[in-house]
């Protein structure tokens, strides 16, 4: 199934609230936060053997990547509020 299907309701919704380019990438967020709490559950179970009390090293790179991805795309929906205001203010 599409992720277009299976998560039209948020789509719509998003994207009528926030335009469609940053409707999806707020759905993208919400995307990218499920991994992160599936990846930190899995990382509850699979301890490293090298550093007690941290997860195996390949699920920590995971939640790096995902942590990294998640500040990429806040910071481009604060460039296109930003700039959204910005033709606000200019068409008033």
């Known amino acids: 199934m599409s992720v277009y299907d299976e998560r ?32 930190g559950q899995h990382g509850v179970y699979c301890q490293s053997a090298r550093q007690m009390g941290k997860p195996a090293m390949d699920i920590q790179l995971i939640s790096k990547s995902l942590i990294d991805a998640k500040e990429l795309i806040s910071s481009v929906l604060e460039i296109l509020k930003v700039q959204q205001s910005g033709l606000n203010q200019l068409n008033a």
């Open 8 to 39: 039209k309701d948020d789509l719509e919704r998003l994207e009528f609230m926030m335009g469609r380019e940053r409707g999806r990438l707020a759905v993208t967020l919400d995307c990218i936060t499920d991994a992160l709490v599936l990846v």
